[in-house]
């Protein structure tokens, strides 16, 4: 990773499965970007699963944080995925636990320890990936001009796709969101991109 960049780490998609006192439990973890991507992928794996007792779920981007029980007892289901997910090391994630009744019954106390612990294991055994935060600059020049840049740009940063070489030469890079850019450019915003989807110019 090149200096200046801010990042975190986040995860792959991942889903496990465990009976537990007969019940079975599917837990699913997914990266997630935003409010919206995350009410996407509980909705999906919900209707995946949707003839299952419960779907609970809890996600956090930063400091934002929401959970539901999803009709188990108040605080015994989405409350405990969400520790797991304070307790890990990753962010911008999504958990949702879906539990297929057994007939035997766990208890709260029971409930939380289950739901707690298929959250902490899908996210243990998920790949994880480093998350650059940045901002993407487009940049159009003559020839003349593409060593220098290319310079400013290896030593800084990436490029997102091949430069295009027509009448001049345009690229499109990532470099950290403080970095001044000092040359004509057009700034597109901040983005957070995947370390393993930038290209070394």
């Not at 930063?62 to 989405?78: I, M, T, V």
């Not at 405990?80 to 879906?98: C, L, Q, T, W």
């Not at 901040?190 to 393993?196: D, S």
Request: some cysteine.
């Amino acid at each position: 990773m090149k200096d200046g960049f801010e990042y975190f780490i986040s995860i792959a998609e991942n889903r496990i499965e465990e009976k537990i006192d007969r019940s079975l439990f599917i837990s699913t973890a997914s990266y997630i970007e935003n409010e919206e991507m995350a009410k996407n992928v509980i909705f999906k794996v919900s209707q995946e699963f949707k003839d299952a007792t419960h779907n609970c779920w809890a996600y956090k981007i930063g400091n934002l944080q929401f959970y539901s029980d999803a009709g188990e007892p108040a605080n015994s289901a989405g409350r405990p995925i969400m520790d797991a997910i304070r307790s890990s090391d990753v962010e911008n994630v999504a958990v949702i636990v879906s539990r297929y009744f057994g007939g035997k019954k766990l208890g709260i106390r029971g409930l939380i320890d289950a739901y707690n612990h298929m959250a902490k294991k899908v996210l243990e055994s998920a790949v994880k990936k480093r998350f650059l935060i940045g901002k993407i600059v487009e940049i159009k020049c003559a020839y003349k001009d593409f060593d220098r840049i290319r310079y400013f740009i290896q030593k800084h940063g990436y490029i997102i796709s091949p430069p295009d070489f027509k009448e001049f030469v345009a690229i499109k890079a990532f470099v950290p969101e403080n970095l001044s850019v000092n040359f004509d450019h057009k700034d597109v915003g901040e983005w957070i991109i995947e370390e393993g989807r930038l290209i070394e110019l």
